[in-house]
Nanobody
């Protein structure tokens, strides 16, 4: 089994910053892509940022230039540095990881989510 544990969410004012963390643990041979998704009330879940095992990154247009995704492979951890936050960024942020377990095929895992609230 693989678990993703998120932390770092909270309440901030517009223009502020937060840093989200997501640590994977369990039966892990290799972690492929890791990413962050978010879902606001009444909206569809959207991809925020993805980072591959090689360090290649992709971002949603709405967060480019403001958010930075990174990873620490020895710690099986992915981060999302969020700067210049806007009220539109308010959402539950979910960590996602594609994990290859020992003697198993790759599977996707999700964290329970952490709430980010940006006040105006």
């Amino acid at each position: 089994q693989v678990q993703l544990v998120e932390s770092g969410g909270g309440l901030v004012q517009a223009g502020g910053s937060l840093r989200l963390s997501c640590a994977a643990s369990g039966n892990i041979f290799r972690i492929n892509d890791m990413g962050w998704y978010r879902q606001a009330p009444g909206k569809q879940r959207e991809l925020v940022a993805v980072i591959t095992s090689g360090g290649t990154t992709k971002y949603a247009d709405s967060v480019k230039g403001r958010f930075t995704i990174s990873r620490d492979n020895p710690k099986n951890t992915v981060y999302l540095q969020m700067n210049s936050l806007k009220p539109e960024d308010t959402a539950v942020y979910h960590c996602n990881a594609e994990v290859t377990s020992w003697n198993e095929y790759a599977m996707n895992y999700w964290g329970k989510g952490t709430l980010v609230t940006v006040s105006s």
